[in-house]
């Protein structure tokens, strides 16, 4: 009795828990919806109130004036290679630091996180000093490197923290048969780190997805420009064309969105892969 | 493991890609920051002066002040913003009908441009129309009817960190994906011994998650140490600079040319995000790392 | 292992070299113009039009590409970034606050000799406008845009509160607003986000009015900074209450739906209180001078305004480059050009330009408010002569309106900013 009780309990506070926070993360979505197909100066005058007329062309203006969509495939396409690219390389990292047994290898691990901890705000100047000096300005290239660079402690630090806890046996394992370094990695440890990969890759994405400064500031020409210019061009120094802004950001999110749940997804596959234990 | 000696070239190789990007775009800005913030540098003029921009900096209230503050994002991030996400992750985790949504719909204020999300909050807690003041006001706490969140001393570091609860999602998600390594054996066993789901939450899951979640922590306290675009956003660091962070303390320094200034000030936030990190370790030692 | 690091080595350089290759250059003389001119801004379209026009007549020889640059506070990053490490750009738009690191850099390209050299400047520019701009000789960057924010105020609510006219001085500004407020109404839009724009020009104005025209050549000790405050400490009491942090969309929000009877803003707000104010309000809206201080050393009528946005452009080192970048500047200040963008943004120029007659009234009115003002003194933000200063502006500004500082203690803030 008294564990059934228990449990209905727990199950209410579950749920108002779950409910809650639902409600306070997508309040701002519906709201951003919302705010797209009103006027400017209905938003100006309420924020709250809804719209009279549903203004659809919000969208449509949106996309043409700002060329949303050769954005978006720029986006995609950066956003990608960085992400790939980050995860590789952080993958290789974290796999020599979680797995193996050098004296340097705390140095190295506690550097990289203190890599986290910079204030890459202040780096302007170095950044668009290092990309000239490479002569990467205005490249994608450029923008690939730098999103794939600035992501690599937090996916290394949460990659080694994924790699870590694969049980010790089943690398020994693989190692009495044979297998050498890269095989271990590729075969072995890639496989059973995928919720850390599909995790680490999702934040990434959303890192190159969402950043701003760097994407002006690294190019000049729109055929190279992420999505975030689009959402910028709706706002200048003494007027903001909020409606269309909203709009390009509602726009901006579906990408992302479908790549969080392909991600996460992987995460799934990841777990009935099975033979993997805490 | 232990590394034999041919493996150890590809050890090195591995290590390489990832070594040389945080030289490039890590040690070598951070090299450039220190030799700066010696000097009264302003895009164009450098002369040595010594220690002079870290003295100026320490005189300031306003920089002082957002030490201070900066520390009270940590300290919540850790309390508040984390086991709250730990929470969330635990209830997803039994996988209820609809969790997968439930995930997405968290994650959402994560994909959404941060200036968008900024507009609307501030728009919750404005003063003559807010949606806040509404609802306090139609269950009679009258008193609010036109209080200014953010423009208030006493609340706009409250309304600040009440925004960034929104975007538990973060975390959530990677303590939720380590759940997912977690083996079913463990919850056959335990069902075999009759446990409720708040044991099996507590007393399997939890501490099979703990590293990840110490990770969480970690990662929170350092993210709200470089805390930027919800204080820029909502607030620049206003009023009176009263919810002044580091971030836009340097951010502000750099606008106005005062980049050797700046640069100090970027030197001491990797200092004492260094000190923070290493006292983390320690406090959470045992259980992370070996 | 070497082969493999070699190889990596290779795939970058060959990258890096593709991007060598590809921007070989041709015959045709290219001009980048990394513009603020875009996107939403009301001078897109005529902009666009004048470098269509330019590029057509000298098809083959001259090709001006535009570099949009939406977010002005990283395209000021940039151009500091730019002028600390490298080259600038051909052209650049530059706002008040960087003409001084532009001229002290060296890099910006030397518009004087060509000024002397080709009447044009001279005939189209008011007299001494381009002399006053040098500095030791040398001018950086051409004035271009020009602005004044004079006061706008809703004649509908002032009636409505028993005012047909404007005050000119702040005591009867201040019965006024109790006025307003016994009506419900709010009297002034007030911010303190950001910059603090719309009260940074109503601090100008008091600023200009007990400290004289020339207060910012008195320095932070005149006691004209205290006076100011202390009309800004006033100006608070009569505000929405969510001016402090408020941003310029809340502030001018609440004017454009007649919460708040009196704005500050310039010209380029014109063209918003038809698209985005609630119906019929252009029509309600007056134009003043900003009220006086009894005893101040300003003049009945004085304005605040400045140089907005300058033009100016890189060093060159060829020749023929440079005259292509003269003559496009030549352009684009060409008074029929001119008035082309004048007519569609609203923006005022410091071309002499004949303006069509039916510009916005509101418009003419503060032209006419510019020719009849004895003088138009600098905002704060660019007069005082220090970004750190006026960077503190906000801060100072908010701890006075929540009655942590003293006017007195205001100032201070500002004087420790630097």
Redesign the interface.
């Known amino acids: 009795m008294t564990k059934d009780n228990s449990l209905n309990f727990y199950s209410i506070f579950k749920w108002v828990i779950i409910i809650s926070f639902v409600v306070y993360a997508v309040f701002p979505f519906l709201w951003l919806v919302l705010a797209s197909l009103k006027t400017n100066a209905e938003l100006l005058d309420n924020p709250f109130k809804l719209p009279k007329v549903f203004q659809f062309q919000n969208y449509s203006n949106a996309i043409q004036e700002a060329g949303l969509i050769q954005l978006i495939i720029n986006s995609l396409v950066i956003s990608t290679c960085a992400t790939f690219l980050n995860i590789l390389f952080a993958s290789m990292c974290a796999f020599a630091i979680a797995r193996h047994i050098f004296w340097w290898k705390n140095v190295l691990f506690l550097m990289i996180t203190a890599g986290i901890l910079v204030p890459l705000n202040a780096l302007i100047i170095p950044y668009y000093a290092i990309i000239n000096f490479l002569n990467l300005y205005d490249t994608r290239l450029g923008l690939i490197l730098v999103y794939c660079a600035v992501g690599l402690p937090v996916s290394t630090f949460i990659l080694t923290e994924f790699f870590r806890g694969i049980p010790k046996e089943i690398e020994e394992a693989s190692y009495l048969d044979g297998c050498n370094f890269v095989a271990r990695y590729f075969r072995i440890m890639l496989p059973l780190a995928l919720p850390g990969l599909a995790t680490a890759g999702t934040f990434q994405f959303i890192l190159c997805w969402n950043e701003f400064i760097y994407a002006m500031l690294l190019t000049s020409s729109t055929e190279i420009r992420t999505i975030q210019f689009g959402i910028s061009y709706f706002t200048n120094e003494f007027f903001s064309d909020y409606v269309g802004m909203f709009a390009a950001v509602v726009v901006s999110i579906l990408p992302s969105i479908t790549v969080f749940i392909l991600f996460q997804e992987r995460v799934i596959t990841g777990l009935t892969a099975g033979s993997v234990k805490g | 493991m232990k590394i034999k000696k041919d493996e150890v070239g590809w050890l090195l190789l591995f290590i390489a890609p990832t070594l040389i990007l945080f030289t490039l775009f890590f040690i070598l800005p951070i090299l450039f920051l220190l030799a700066s913030s010696f000097t009264n540098w302003d895009g164009i003029d450098a002369e040595f002066v010594g220690f002079e921009n870290y003295i100026k900096l320490f005189n300031k209230k306003s920089f002082v002040r957002a030490i201070t503050n900066n520390l009270y994002w940590c300290i919540t991030a850790a309390l508040i913003t984390v086991p709250l996400g730990l929470i969330i992750a635990l209830l997803l985790s039994h996988r209820s009908r609809g969790w997968k949504v439930f995930r997405t719909v968290l994650f959402v204020p994560q994909v959404v441009s941060s200036a968008a999300i900024a507009m609307l909050w501030a728009a919750v807690f404005n003063a003559e129309y807010g949606l806040l003041n509404f609802i306090l006001d139609n269950i009679g706490l009258s008193d609010y009817k036109n209080h200014n969140w953010l423009g208030n001393v006493r609340t706009a570091n409250a309304a600040l960190i009440g925004f960034s609860l929104c975007y538990v999602g973060y975390f959530m998600v990677i303590m939720l994906a380590k759940t997912a390594s977690i083996s079913e054996d463990y919850y056959d066993a335990a069902k075999i011994d009759g446990a409720s789901q708040i044991q099996k939450d507590f007393y399997i899951t939890a501490p099979l998650i703990k590293s990840t979640f110490f990770l969480c922590i970690i990662l929170a306290v350092i993210f709200n140490l470089r805390q930027f675009e919800y204080v820029y956003l909502m607030t620049a660091g206003g009023p009176a600079n009263k919810t002044q962070v580091l971030v836009v303390y340097i951010w502000n320094e750099l606008t106005v040319q005062r980049l050797g200034r700046g640069s100090a000030a970027g030197v001491i936030m990797i200092a004492l995000g260094a000190m923070l990190l290493l006292l983390l370790r320690r406090i959470l030692k045992s259980e992370t790392y070996n | ?1 070497i082969k ?2 070699l190889k ?1 080595l290779s795939i970058t350089f060959i ?2 070299s593709f ?2 290759i590809s921007s070989v250059a041709s015959a045709e003389i290219t001009i ?1 113009w ?1 513009s ?1 001119w875009v ?4 001078k897109t379209t005529v902009i666009g039009e004048l470098i269509d026009e330019f590029n057509a007549a000298n098809a083959g020889s001259i090709k001006v590409v535009v ?12 151009l ?7 080259e600038l750009p051909d052209i650049m738009t530059v706002g008040a606050q960087l003409l001084d ?1 532009l001229h ?2 060296g890099k910006a390209m030397d518009l004087a000799p060509h000024i002397n050299s080709d009447p044009h400047w001279n005939n189209v520019y008011p007299e001494n406008a381009l002399q006053s701009a040098m500095t030791d000789g040398v001018l950086s960057a051409l004035p271009y845009e020009l602005f004044v924010t004079p006061v706008t105020y809703n004649k509908k609510i002032l009636k409505e509160a028993g005012y047909d006219e404007f005050p000119d001085n702040y005591d009867d500004f201040f019965k006024m607003c109790e006025a307003v407020t016994a009506n419900g109404k709010v009297c002034t839009s007030q911010m ?3 910059n603090g724009w719309t009260s940074m020009l109503w601090y100008s104005q008091a600023l200009a009015s007990a400290g004289g025209p020339d207060i910012y050549e008195k320095g932070l000790d005149h006691p004209a900074y205290v006076k100011a405050f202390e009309v800004m400490e006033k100006m608070y009491q009569y505000t ?11 502030s ?3 004017f ?2 007649e ?1 708040t009877a009196v704005f500050m803003n ?1 010209p ?2 014109i063209a ?1 209180y038809t ?4 119906p019929g309000l252009h029509e309600n809206i007056g134009v003043a001078a900003a009220p006086m201080l009894m005893g101040g050393e300003g003049s009945p009528g004085g304005y605040v305004g400045g140089r907005q946005s300058s033009l100016a452009a890189g060093k060159q080192s060829d020749p023929a480059k440079e005259e292509a970048i003269v003559k496009f500047l030549k352009w684009l200040t060409i008074p029929e050009n001119v008035a082309r963008l004048s007519y569609s943004s609203g923006a005022m120029f410091i071309v002499n330009a004949d303006l069509p007659n039916d510009m916005d009234r509101l418009f003419i009115e503060m032209k006419q408010g510019i020719s009849d003002a004895p003088y138009v003194a600098p905002i704060f933000q660019n007069g005082i002569g ?3 200063v ?2 503190e502006f ?3 500004l ?2 006075l ?2 009655g ?2 003293t006017p007195e203690g205001a100032v201070e803030m500002l004087q ?1 900013a630097e």
């Open positions: 292992m493999l690091i990596k990258a890096i991007t060598v980048t990394p603020i996107g939403k801004d009301s570099e949009e640059q939406t977010d002005y506070d990283i395209y000021a990053q940039k500091t970034a730019q002028i600390a490490t490298g690191v002290r850099s303190t986000g950001k929405t209450s969510d001016a402090i942090g408020a941003d310029a969309g809340v001018g929000g609440h454009l739906n919460r310039g380029w707000f918003r698209s985005d104010g609630i220090s970004l750190a006026a960077s906000p801060q100072a908010s701890a309106a929540l942590d500082v420790d």
